[in-house]
């Protein structure tokens, strides 16, 4: 029975465990803006803080996203466990740096997808991820961004008032379709 409620998914299920693993780091990644939000927050940074908060709701939106495809390819979507999360940073630059080093593995992540992809032939899951692809390089140039400021605005206290006040949400940010 097993075997034939597989053949009848449209993706591999190397596939399927690997875009499960994918939903537990968006969920994760969701999660860690909500902290890095909290942090803004209490430390003052009201702009990087709505920043983070859709960040958040941004990267729950590619879980969601990711879930749906699962279940709609005839696969079986796994509701993730969200483990620690840290909340504790020294300064905005490192809340930046963090948020920089999880959507490099992020990226690594669908890259990693998008290779398996290749040799199981799942070309229907390919072509689903070109858009998280797209995303990605759209994020990282994000925080980039953010984080040149750092060297060029500096690190003293007006400094990181008018970066924070150049931490805006672009426009598109936080949709999905
Ligand atoms: Fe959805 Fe930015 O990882």
Redesign the pocket.
């Known amino acids: 029975m097993k075997d034939i409620a597989r053949q009848r998914m449209s993706i591999s299920v190397e596939t399927m465990d690997l875009l499960n693993n994918q939903i537990k ?2 969920a994760h ?2 999660a860690s803006y909500l902290a890095m939000a909290s942090w803004c927050d209490q430390n003052a940074f009201t702009q990087s803080a709505a920043f983070f908060y859709n ?1 958040s709701v ?2 729950r939106s ?2 969601m996203k990711i879930f749906q495809f699962v279940n709609d390819c005839g696969g079986s979507a796994m509701s993730p466990a969200v483990g620690e999360t840290n909340h504790d940073f020294s300064s905005l630059e490192e809340v930046f740096e963090t948020a920089l080093e ?2 490099i593995q ?2 690594k992540s ?1 890259h990693n997808i998008v290779n398996e992809c290749k040799k199981n032939n799942d070309y229907n899951v390919e072509n689903f991820l070109q858009w ?1 692809i797209v ?2 390089l759209e ?1 990282e140039k994000t925080m980039r961004d953010i984080l040149d400021m750092f060297d060029l605005i500096g690190r003293d206290g007006i400094a990181l008032k008018m970066i924070d006040e150049r931490v805006t949400i672009s426009e598109g940010e936080g949709e999905t379709e």
């Open positions: 780091m968006e990644a969701s960040q941004e990267e590619h879980m999880q959507e992020v990226t669908i998280f995303e990605q994020e």
